[in-house]
């Protein structure tokens, strides 16, 4: 019989589970007594409907507080179990072959070649592929620290039992991992208070520093073996952040925020560069008597000023030693440390590489490439990566608050001129006329607002930063909420004043500008805004020599806008006409994807995304966020995060070949069926969520979103101002919150009432499937949703709605369209169930159902009690620990 890899992925889930479960009990039994454990035995063995219904209804506040701690344990134990069982190889996990394709960069060489292309022309993209995935200041981790901490190292050691093991070490590890889930247990799950910028800076980049970083070195290695004669990889993966920059609706991001996140990566990264150039000097024992070394290895030696006698005819290591002493004073001066030191700080990351490639160049030529080794060449490859920065900073500010700065500045330089009263053509004249010379707007003799000083003062950070650590720094200026060109032309404004950009006929810049296109509306204007600005002469010396515009486009608010389908929809084709735009007017275009991660934010696979970019669009050029939970799942190891990033860079290989094989068409030849259903699903959204005079009432009874608004979980308030609209609310809570209460609604709602109004069948639906990546990657990633809905459940939360009649109409259009996307779905697919073609989902959701289910019912009886108008702190308490549990299942928050 042919083995069945997922289902022995299954049993070894279950295998992890009952042993983890089973240590659990144990210590909940020696912790918290007998009936403790009973309690949780019989929530479990009540199952699920009416029986457990009856079992927490009849709780006391304090037996309910316990069980949503003990059921979201449980929950993130399951996940341990999954994740240890699928650490195997990829096809012990049921992958699919076309994903297996692209896993890695040499199987993206491999599949172009396949599909038609030449060496050069993949050589041609490679040298200009650039990829970075940015880590946002968009928290969604429910999770502290604290508790991720334990969970990695329970998930380490439960993947030590993976093989057979003597009696004696098998008990050792059950010792192990009893000892670490009592940490566990006795870990508060949730924060008592909202984390600062500091926190969340902290904490991610403790990802970075323990995962991301190791992954990045061993890739550039891997890829410098394997393509010797290749681009430099250091350059083509780069990674981002947002945090300490983003401060759209963010009141804690200031100056000091940027300055601190800078500091600190500095510190990171400097630690990582020392490690490895005294682990060099220790390994370059190479006397000068036994092999030659280049002229430029001995002025290196003898520049470092090292006189120690047992080194004195070991020119390598004399040389490591001066640039250790280097970038000891660089730190000193970069990362605020206190080292001290004589020797002469590095101007920049290019010398400090400059002196390893003297390294590398003399070893290459007096003992060929193997000599120079891993580590080396790895090394250089991190310093072209990161410099002395790290990760590249975006900053981010809304363009409502870019527009009262500069009313403000010209109020006091120009008496009589009101700039928020003029008209877009006006505005964009008087921009311009700025830009067209040196004189700043800000005096030092004027009393600005607090808001107008706190802008200023980051653009003067801002400015530092490009000098003090390099260009890279910072990698753009993001301007959400654009939709004109006098928009993309505010910020340049506002450099001149700090010197980041310098007027006059052709004006300059030392930082992009990147427009954020959100809503729908905004999405279907962007390719007419950006052909209107590069029209422009001064777009062309502000971009630079050779002209490069970013775009970023925003999913979460687009689907909070309009919907799942036509927000997906009006990005591709956003994405495809913004292409052809930057085309006719010769500038290269990166495009930015505002990806969440969950389904209702634009996330899903992230090498299935880029492939099902429009042919174009991608073009070597792509940077995409990554938030919040993701930032964890994708990256907290670095086995995973290699492999998330490899997979990243060869998708984005793959992408920018789309279309130039010989005879390769476009694959959206149904662009009237699909524009026809995003119009019918936009109405029907709209419709719903928008125009229904009860829905938001519904909304704020019907989901934990009130409580979700109380959680701990990120440094940023849940809306913009104290509004209770759903157009101001961010765009994580709405897609939260749907996701606790099983509706999954952002991810699904409009998708068959748009087919319907399209007239679509089956049959051309299933066609769509075969032909356009984009529609398989929608169509997969609704079903996921739809898989982890559960109407039945959704109802109860439905009924907390107090007004019978407008729940009835809300509730009943809400499962009649999830029934019919149900019933679409399964249809295209040729299925009679959800996700019956791919069973290792299947299995890993249904495992998932059997945690979050009681969760929810449980979470049910919690809220209904506060409905009621109970406001005890251990009722808020047992509700936190529910939505955290219900994350943990559903591994989904916003």
Known sequence: MRPDPARDRSDNVRANLRLLEGLLAEVIDDLDGEAAAGLLEEARRAGEGDRLADLFQGLTLDQAVFLARGLAVQAQLANIAEDVAGLRAPVEIGQAADEARIATLSAAVDALTYNGLDRDEIDRLMRDLQVSPVLTAHPTEVRRRSVVERQFEIARLLGLRRHALPPDLDQRLRDDLFRELALLWRTRLTRPERITVADEIRNTLAIVSNAMLPALAELYESWGRQFPSGPDFGKVLQLGSWLGGDRDGHPGVEAEALREALTLQARLIFGFYLTEVRRLREDLSLAAEL??????????????????????????????????????????????????????????????????????????????????????????????????????????QNADVHERVLAELFGHAAPGLDYRDLDEATKVTVLLGELANDRPLRSPF????????????????????????????????????????????????????????????????????????????????????????????????????????????????????????????????????????????????????????????????????????????????????????????????APTARRNLEELVAAALVASGKGRAAGEGDDDRFAPQMDALAAGAFAAYRGLVYEDAAFEAFFWSATPIAEIADLKIGSRPPSRGAS????????????????????????????????????????TLREMGQGSDFFATVLSNMELALAQSDMDLAGQYADLFPDPTARARIFDAVRREWEAACELT??????????????????????????????????????????????????????????SGIAAALRSTG
Request: glycine residues 10%; contains cysteine.
């Open 291 to 396: 092999t030659p070394v280049s002229d430029a290895l001995l002025a290196l030696a003898e520049a470092s000023g090292d006189d120690n006698p047992h080194r004195r005819d070991e020119p390598y290591r004399r040389a490591l030693v001066g640039v250790e002493q280097r970038l000891t004073v660089t730190m000193d001066r970069l990362g605020g440390t206190r080292f001290g030191g004589q020797a002469e700080a590095y101007a920049g990351p290019d010398a400090f590489i400059a002196d390893l490639e003297v390294v590398a160049a003399s070893l290459l030529a007096h003992g060929g490439r193997r000599v120079v080794g891993s580590r080396l060449a790895s090394l250089i490859a991190v310093a072209k990566g990161c410099g002395f920065h790290l990760l590249s900073i975006d900053l981010r």
């Open 826 to 883: 399964l249809a295209v697919r040729g299925a009679t169930r959800l996700l019956q073609l791919q069973p290792e989902v299947a299995d890993a959701v249904a495992l998932g159902r059997v945690r979050v289910d009681p969760l929810n019912r449980l979470q049910i009886e919690l809220l209904a009690r506060r409905r009621r108008g109970e406001d005890d702190a251990r009722l808020r308490l047992g509700l936190h620990q529910t939505v």
């Open 724 to 763: 209770r609209r759903i157009a101001d609310l961010r765009a994580i809570p709405w897609v939260f919150s749907w996701s606790q209460a099983r509706f999954m609604l952002p991810a699904w709602y409009g998708f068959a009432s748009g087919v319907r109004a399209a007239g679509l069948s089956a049959a």
């Open 446 to 637: 004027v009393a600005y607002t607090p808001e107008t000083l706190k802008e200023l003062a980051i653009f003067d950070a801002a400015a530092q930063a490009l000098s003090a650590y390099g260009p890279r720094a910072l990698a753009s200026y993001i301007i959400s909420k654009s939709d004109s060109v006098s928009d993309i032309l505010e910020p340049y404004v506002l450099f001149k004043q700090a010197g980041i950009a310098f007027g006059g006929m052709k004006p300059t810049s030392r930082l992009p500008v990147t427009p954020l296109f959100e809503t729908i509306g905004d999405l279907e204007r962007a390719p007419g805004i950006i052909a209107a600005w590069l029209a422009m002469p001064q777009a062309r010396s502000l971009l630079g020599d050779p002209a490069r515009q970013e775009v970023m486009l925003g999913y979460s608010d687009s689907n909070k806008d309009g919907g799942f389908f036509t927000s997906r929809r009006a990005a591709t084709q956003a994405a495809q006409a913004l292409a052809q735009v930057c085309e006719d007017a010769g500038v290269a275009l990166r495009l930015f994807h505002g990806r969440g991660g969950s389904v209702g934010r634009g996330g899903g696979p992230t090498g299935q995304a880029i492939l099902a970019q429009p042919r174009g669009a991608v073009r070597s050029r792509i940077r995409l966020t990554e938030q919040g939970e993701m930032i964890t799942r994708r990256f907290g190891d």
